[in-house]
């Protein structure tokens, strides 16, 4: 019986390319209308995992589905679901952007009158109306990109595939495509979002699955993961660079040296304690600090914490 | 939710459905010439080339008795549409190599419409391209000397050696994959050109050599040509110099019911 809370199930998932295993066991269940995010470093398997799931790439083993049909057995189905922003543009760099999104449309089978008003909307809504008709190889970086959402939206889906969509925008192209994202979510939409960037599974994802080696390695909310790693950080920053080293070896716990902001950074379980014993230890040793801070880890920390573990096991 | 039309199982519509694709993408390759002319005349110019090359510098023809414009001719139109073979790998080639071919696939489009809008494309150009040959021919001084049905059944059984050849180069772009393959289809392609009496009569080669050229599918469609437009032909006894007729339709057939099979399953395959 399908789910039909459940937008995608993927279970135990593998793919091998010669002797390297790309995907090895992995699984997740994403809730309809929500946007998980899938987290994981160069190469943990994020593109191998989004091409399987959007009919691409067949599996060596393992299932998926997507709204409750099998991604292997009827692919034109779950086809005419999904929408799918691949990490490389899938747009035709011959064509001008016009042409591109009224040919998708067309494929869609919307017809030709609503393909053309549909290519138009979208356009306007991704800022591209004045650049229609330009060839998409004349386009930056970031206008491609949009080219590529939009043309991922054209048939309206119900579940959307977006693989590294910010990597390579600016800061102003990264606030374009994460309040897309936010107001397709506000429409019923699942999203699915592969990153490197821990910041923007934070903003976006209520759901993030941190992979590594082709297989879930933690998994939650951005605030139980930032808990996994034993709660808060005290951050010193020091006036002189030549003492970070001392100052590293004074703190308690788990301590990540800084050395481009002249800061070390430890992991702390009571922040009052902390506090006093840092401020004490770093007088009696003499260590002028310039600023002391109290705080939750980010999400790049939990991420350090999570693939280094790994690591250790793995070894 | 999905603003794609439902598709209802039917079988017709689901043809009518591959055809509309097939035409979008034979749309697409059509805007590609639009944005890209100088190419498509290049494409055209390139015979155009070899064959006032072949008739005003080189001429005298190896080995052809007669008026060898009129041997000529026939010859480099089936060159023309052997050298096909190379275009439509390359632009193959070139497409699988792009991202938006990712896209075609995520799409639920009828799969076989990016290959058959390339064939519908390339047959469209090699309609142009044998239209500008055949002027180019008048305007030299090449004439037929049969009539209308025999130029149009002529004109057929060239495009139909085209229509073998883009599926052999739709399938060898598929299994090499590569640009540097192409090239190596590229230079293969002249000798196996010259192995035939497209340019060259075979009575004026060692025996061998003479019967392989006159098994070569380029000789039977040039003789079969030769026959249909009335010009002289290359001669010869052998069982397939006298059959060359039937020769021209079995071996693009031959061609075909080998290569689109093979070209179809490899591209629904390809990357998965
Ligand atoms: N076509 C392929 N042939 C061989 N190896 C491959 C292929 N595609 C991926 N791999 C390997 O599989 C592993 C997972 O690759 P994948 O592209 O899924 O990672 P990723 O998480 O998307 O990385 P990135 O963040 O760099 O995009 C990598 O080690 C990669 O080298
Ligand atoms: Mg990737």
């Given amino acids: ?315 | 939710m999905s603003e794609a039309t439902s598709e209802s199982s039917g079988t017709g519509s689901r043809l009518s459905w591959a055809a509309a694709d097939s035409w979008t993408m034979t749309r697409r390759e059509l805007a590609h010439w639009a944005r890209q002319p100088v190419q498509v005349v290049v494409g055209l110019v390139f015979p155009v080339m070899m064959l006032l090359m072949f008739s005003y510098l080189i001429g005298g023809g190896q080995g052809v008795a007669g008026d060898f414009k009129a041997y000529l001719l026939p010859g480099m139109l089936t060159m023309t549409m052997a050298f096909g073979l190379e275009a439509t790998m390359l632009a193959v080639t070139q497409d699988l190599g792009k991202g938006v071919i990712d896209r075609f696939r995520s799409m639920p489009m009828n799969q076989g419409a990016v290959l058959v809008g390339r064939s519908v494309a390339d047959m469209l150009q090699s309609v142009v391209g044998l239209v500008v040959m055949v002027a180019v021919g008048y305007a030299i001084g090449w004439r037929w000397h049969e009539g209308l049905a025999s130029f149009l059944g002529a004109m057929g059984l060239l495009l139909l050696l085209r229509f073998a050849m883009l599926w052999v180069g739709i399938h060898l772009a598929m299994v090499a994959g590569k640009p540097e393959l192409v090239q190596a289809v590229q230079i293969l392609v002249w000798p196996v050109s010259f192995l035939s009496n497209a340019i060259a009569s075979p009575e004026s080669m060692p025996s061998w050599l003479g019967t392989i050229v006159e098994w070569n599918p380029m000789s039977a469609t040039a003789t079969a040509v030769r026959a249909l437009f009335g010009n002289p032909g290359a001669g010869g006894d052998s069982w397939a110099a006298t059959h060359a007729e039937l020769l021209a339709v079995a071996w693009p057939v031959v061609l075909i019911a080998v290569f689109f099979p093979l070209a179809v399953k490899r591209f629904r395959d390809l990357s998965r």
Avoid: C
């Avoid at chain 1, 699984?27 to 470093?41: C, E, F, N, S, Y």
């Avoid at chain 1, 922040?271 to 002391?292: K, N, P, Q, S």
């Avoid at chain 1, 801070?293 to 573990?309: A, G, I, K, S, Y």
């Fill in chain 1, 1 to 315: 019986m399908p789910d039909h809370d459940l937008a995608i199930v993927v279970e135990g998932l593998r793919k091998r390319y010669g002797s390297k295993q790309a995907l090895d066991g992995l699984d997740l269940t994403v809730r309809a209308g929500t946007v998980q995010g899938i987290l994981g470093p160069n190469g943990a398997g994020k593109t191998t995992a989004v091409r399987i799931m959007s009919t691409l790439l067949r599996p060596d083993e393992g299932r998926v589905e997507v709204g409750g049909v099998d991604v292997r057995t009827r692919a034109d189905e779950v086809r005419s679901r999904i929408g799918l922003l691949g990490q490389n543009a899938a747009v035709d760099e011959e064509l001008s952007g016009r042409q591109n999104l009224e040919m998708f449309g067309r494929l869609y089978h919307l017809g030709a009158r609503r393909a053309g008003a549909r290519a138009d909307e979208l356009l306007a809504r991704f800022g591209l109306a004045d650049t229609g008709n330009k060839a998409v190889k004349q386009y930056s970086g970031g206008m491609r990109r949009r080219l590529d959402l939009a043309a991922s939206l054209i048939s309206r889906p119900g579940v959307l595939f977006l693989d590294e969509p910010t990597t390579g925008l600016d800061p102003r192209g990264r606030m374009e495509v994460w309040n897309a994202v936010r107001s397709l979510v506000g429409g019923g939409t699942t999203v699915l979002l592969t990153t490197q960037y821990l910041e923007e599974a934070d903003q976006l994802a209520d759901q993030i699955a941190v992979i590594d080696h082709g297989k879930v390695i933690a998994e939650g909310t951005a605030d139980e993961l930032k808990s996994k790693i034993g709660g808060d950080r005290i951050d010193v920053v020091l006036h002189d660079v030549a003492q970070l080293a001392r100052a590293a070896s004074l703190l308690p716990g788990d301590v990540v040296v800084d050395e481009d902001r002249r800061m070390v950074s430890a992991s702390i379980t009571d922040r009052m304690a902390a506090l006093t014993e840092a401020v004490r230890a770093l007088e009696a040793a003499g260590i002028e600090a310039e600023d002391i801070v109290l705080r939750r880890p980010t999400l790049d920390e939990v991420f350090m914490h999570l693939t280094r573990d790994d690591a250790e096991v793995a070894a």
